[in-house]
């Protein structure tokens, strides 16, 4: 089965187009007969929902359920209640996708995005806008912004990837639940959190080329220069946190040095009745450089658990 999910957030004007358009494609594409779409309104204040459950009306062989959030909780919890709700039905061979509401994404671009997974070579596929002849058709500004913080996330995860921030992806069943258990990201972040998270779990990720129209209404739910930061804070979280480990580890080498300096001044303190004033001062040093690294360490740590308790009312 293949599972759509879109996050949608005041798409009043083009939720019902984006559904129609999965609708097509589902009924055309050998590799997309058994399909089911969800889209998650979150929190919209218009008629988002209203239009996309209009689409029900009549016969349909691919249903459509409208799921809401009570209030806008951010582009990263309407994603992750879509990963929660494909996790309760999914098995193993299943496909998870997702695609933005705002018509920027061609649902004719999903059988090609979905097949590594159902040939099993892959766990995540990326749409990637850079891989198409259309990427010339990418607004300057927006272009400049994702070749940025693509090359921030390659640099930071060791990846060559050539598009961090496309919202077309797939997902097999282990990815999803992975996902489930590790995301925390509420806002535009969790784009990149994904990647973070594939990382760490040795998922394997590939990209396929996929298409955009940029004429449409924008259905980001934040500006462009705060998405772009919340996207970056992400980012840096994963990488104090990923740190926080080495940190941890740096202090205990110093920790190591500051005992082997401590055993070698009463080595010879005993054996001279001096005090060497050189290994004492390396002692002291390496001993403040150890516990400065083992607590900041600790309070990174500890700060980033302590937020996801709070998201999770714990």
């Known amino acids: 089965m293949i599972f759509v999910g879109i996050p949608a957030y005041q798409a009043e004007k083009t939720i019902k187009s984006v559904i129609l358009d999965v609708l097509s494609t589902a009924h055309t594409a050998k590799n997309m007969t058994d399909t089911y779409i969800t889209v998650v309104d979150d929190g919209s204040t218009d008629r988002t929902s209203t239009e996309a459950e209009s689409v029900n009306v009549g016969k349909l062989r691919v249903p459509v359920i409208t799921v809401r959030h009570k ?43 979905i097949a590594p997974i159902q040939c099993g070579s892959a766990d995540i596929v990326l749409g990637s806008r850079f891989l198409d002849e259309t990427k010339d058709t990418i607004p300057k500004v927006r272009r ?24 077309l992806r797939a997902y097999n069943r282990k990815a999803v639940k992975l996902l489930c258990q590790e995301s925390t990201v509420d806002g535009m972040g969790l784009s990149t959190e994904v990647l973070s998270i594939a990382s760490q779990g040795n998922l394997v990720v590939v990209e396929s080329p996929v298409c955009c129209s940029y004429g449409g209404a924008d259905s980001s739910t934040q500006g462009k220069i705060t998405h772009g930061a919340d996207v970056i804070g992400s980012l840096f979280q994963f990488i104090l946190e990923r740190g926080s ?3 941890f580890l740096s202090g205990l080498l110093f920790g190591l040095f500051s005992l082997i300096f401590g055993i070698r001044l009463v080595m010879l303190f005993n054996d001279t009745g001096v005090f060497v004033l050189s290994y004492g001062l390396l002692m002291l040093y390496t001993t403040l450089v150890s516990l400065i690294l083992i607590l900041a360490s600790i309070n990174v740590y500890t700060i980033i658990r302590l937020k996801e308790l709070l998201r999770l009312g714990k």
């Open 71 to 113: 209030t806008n909780l951010g582009y990263g919890a309407a994603i992750r209640t879509l990963f929660e709700l494909a996790k309760r039905d999914m098995v193993n061979g299943d496909v998870f996708v997702t695609m933005d509401s705002d018509g920027q994404h061609h649902a004719k671009d999903i059988p090609l995005l």
């Open 144 to 167: 400049i912004g994702i070749e940025n913080i693509t090359k921030l996330t390659n640099r930071s995860l060791g990846t060559s990837y050539t598009d961090a921030q496309c919202g």
């Open 245 to 247: 480990k080495w940190v």
